[in-house]
């Protein structure tokens, strides 16, 4: 909508990690619990994720191999966003109608 947005440049890793691992600690407190490790570049990457979907009409096509963490990084930043994750299931049966 018509909210604003904000957009910090994190000024280094450590502080990024600080709040990315309290983003997570308060996702764990209402969702099924996230056991992640946010190494380096899963910092990285959500901080990218944020930043992309949080623009008018951003979306992302994540692409790797599985159990890489992309689903678990999109849900922890989908949550930084403030947003709410929906997972369609695709199968046979699967239609516009759906």
């Known amino acids: 909508g018509g909210e604003e947005l904000s957009y910090d440049q994190a000024l280094n890793l450590v ?12 996702y764990n407190e209402v969702n099924a619990v996230m056991n992640l490790v946010l190494f380096d570049d899963a910092v990285l990457h959500v901080a990218r994720i944020v930043r992309i979907v949080k623009q008018t009409g ?3 096509m994540l692409v790797g ?23 369609i299931m695709v199968s046979q049966t699967y239609s516009l109608l759906d």
Do not use: P
């Open 15 to 26: 502080e990024l990690r600080t709040t990315l691992e309290n983003a997570l600690d308060e």
């Open 58 to 60: 951003g979306h992302a």
């Open 65 to 87: 191999v599985g159990g890489s963490g992309k689903q678990s990084l999109s849900r922890l930043a989908a949550h930084v966003c403030g947003f709410t994750v929906m997972q």
